[in-house]
């Protein structure tokens, strides 16, 4: 580690197998001046199984005194010392505690550099076989119903992989809700239990996976849904024409153009004024 000038070192750990540790990370937990973790139990329990023993102060950093303690650790850096930073798992920063840090350090000058590793967000999107030119993370859905669905709303329509976080008890309720809104064929995938023993990833589309969490599901999961479908103009213009035979048997056109709109992916109010416009013989 350096002597001369301090530095912050953003760690990532495993996921879940502790053989996917890298050879930096074990490095950085026995010779740090100081580390900063998610939960120390837990660093002192990684450390146990890999066989490394932390002589450094540990000390706690999560989301509820990140903003307290970041000053004392970019302090601890300016004076020439090494500082860890490692969530329970995963990437620091990455839905985990770090962000304010960081900014915060590059703005008082001191050196920050990342020991890259296991990724959550990654290892799903990759195994999910779904496209990866272009993706984001989402992150955990709101816990309201209705700001889920707000959420859900502004993402419908995105060209891009989406990967979310969810926990075990949520997930049925939270892939209905993108049925909802993203509709019952969108391609997706569950992942649970990322590198871990129980592994699995799931892939089919949106509706099937809701009728598959159903029932008792457990772990740590992620869902990666695929892009929107394009919506050309002749996508609507085609499907106009089941709108308006659902509405010949009695459904309300807007009912109608819902209904058709879900099951094959596309924008509903453009469907509606697609079935208007063929209704009218426009």
């Not at 146990?48 to 850096?77: C, P, T, W, Y």
């Not at 949106?206 to 029932?215: A, M, N, R, S």
């Amino acid at each position: 580690m350096s002597e001369n000038r301090g530095i912050i070192l953003l760690a990532a750990t495993p996921i879940g197998n502790a053989g996917d540790a890298s050879e930096r990370l074990r490095t950085a937990l026995e010779k740090s001046d100081l580390i900063a973790a998610e939960d120390t139990r837990k660093a002192l329990a990684l450390a146990a199984r890999l066989g490394v023993a932390i002589k450094s102060d540990l000390i706690s950093f999560h989301e509820h005194n990140e903003h307290a303690r970041k000053q004392m650790l970019i302090e601890a850096a300016r004076s020439g010392k090494t500082v860890l930073v490692i969530s329970d798992a995963g990437m620091p920063v990455v839905s985990d505690p770090g962000y304010g840090l960081v900014g915060a350090a590059a703005t008082a000058g001191v050196h920050v550099t990342v020991l890259p590793g296991p990724s959550a967000v990654l290892t799903a999107l990759v195994l999910s076989g779904l496209p990866s030119d272009r993706f984001s993370f989402e992150g955990f859905l709101p816990r309201k119903s209705g700001q889920i669905k707000q959420r859900l709303s502004e993402l419908a329509q995105a060209q891009r992989t989406m990967i979310f976080f969810e926990s075990a008890k949520r997930v049925h309720d939270s892939l209905a809700l993108m049925v909802e809104i993203f509709g019952a064929k969108r391609p997706a995938c569950l992942c649970r239990e990322l590198t871990k023993t129980y592994e699995e990833a799931v892939r089919a589309d949106l509706g099937t996976l809701v009728e598959y969490t159903e029932g008792e599901v457990l772990g740590e999961i992620c869902i990666v849904v695929g892009p929107a479908p394009a919506t050309a103009k002749g996508d609507t213009n085609d499907l106009a024409g089941d709108v308006l035979e659902l509405a010949a048997l009695g459904v309300k056109l807007k009912d109608a153009a819902a209904y058709v709109a879900k099951k094959n992916g596309v924008r509903k109010n453009d469907l509606y004024q697609a079935a208007l416009a063929a209704k009218d013989g426009k």
